[in-house]
């Protein structure tokens, strides 16, 4: 069955430094893959989108690669700050042109002054 | 600012009752969704419409039921709410863009619907 897979576990990071999170999947061959962040209580907030064939995608301190051989998805967060800190989502079409998204669980992060 | 606004942020129904959640989106978006969100789950796709009157079965539509009468206005009814339908729901919306995810999704703030 298809499947996405985040760190289930909270990622605890100091101020400054540098947060990595990881989405992998598996049976599928998506065309797009997207991050949200979502805050406790609130709905997912846009963040990045990269398509199959981007290897990288950046946003001011946001980095996204898309690995379409390992399956995997990399965010990274540089100069990360208290206020980075959220649960973030991956989100992957299902590679069948249709409109059905799947969702990884999300990651929170923390990010300690 | 663009926005989704979905009616209730809190709900508390009893079992059996028939519960709509309406969600509103004024950025003349063709697709709109709705979400549940479980601890660990992630969001799970309930129904979504890429037009008006036009839906579709997402991953777990059983015991709801979706309308779309005008573009902007997307409803889920729960048509005799369970203990198990106790999640957080989500309504998103997104310009058409051919395929499900090549143009961001904007989200509602959520509904906490508990039923008792």
């Known amino acids: 069955s298809q499947k996405i897979e985040q760190n289930s576990e909270a990622l605890n990071i100091q101020e400054g430094k540098t947060a990595t999170l990881t989405c992998n999947y598996t049976?599928?061959?998506?065309?797009?893959l997207q991050w949200y962040r979502q805050d406790p209580g609130r709905g997912p907030v846009f963040l990045l989108l990269?398509?199959?064939?981007?290897k990288e995608k950046r946003k001011e301190r946001l980095k996204v690669t898309f690995d379409t051989t390992l399956k995997q998805s990399l965010f990274h967060i540089t100069a990360s700050q208290p206020a980075d800190s959220a649960t973030y989502l991956c989100?992957?079409?299902?590679?069948?042109?249709?409109?059905?998204?799947?969702f990884g669980a999300g990651t929170r992060l923390f990010v300690k002054a | 600012d663009v926005k989704v606004t979905q009616s209730s942020r809190y709900l508390v129904k009893r079992t059996g009752e028939k519960v709509f959640l309406e969600c509103v989106q004024d950025?003349?978006?063709?697709?709109m969704f709705w979400y549940r969100q479980d601890p660990g789950l992630g969001l799970r796709l309930i129904y979504f419409?890429?037009?008006?009157?036009?839906?579709e079965k997402g991953d777990i539509p059983e015991g709801y039921s979706v309308s779309r009468e005008k573009k902007e206005r997307f409803s889920l009814i729960l048509e005799s709410a369970s203990t198990n339908q106790t999640s957080m729901y989500l309504c998103?919306?997104?310009?058409?863009?051919?395929?499900?995810?090549?143009?961001?999704?904007?989200f509602g703030q959520g509904t906490r619907l508990t039923v008792v």
């Open positions: 998103a919306s997104s310009s058409s863009g051919g395929r499900a995810l090549n143009t961001e999704a904007f």
């Open positions: 049976n599928y061959s998506p065309a797009y």
């Open positions: 990269i398509r199959e064939n981007e």
């Open positions: 989100a992957l079409d299902r590679g069948d042109g249709g409109f059905k998204t799947i």
């Open positions: 950025m003349d978006h063709e697709n």
């Open positions: 419409s890429y037009d008006v009157k036009m839906k």
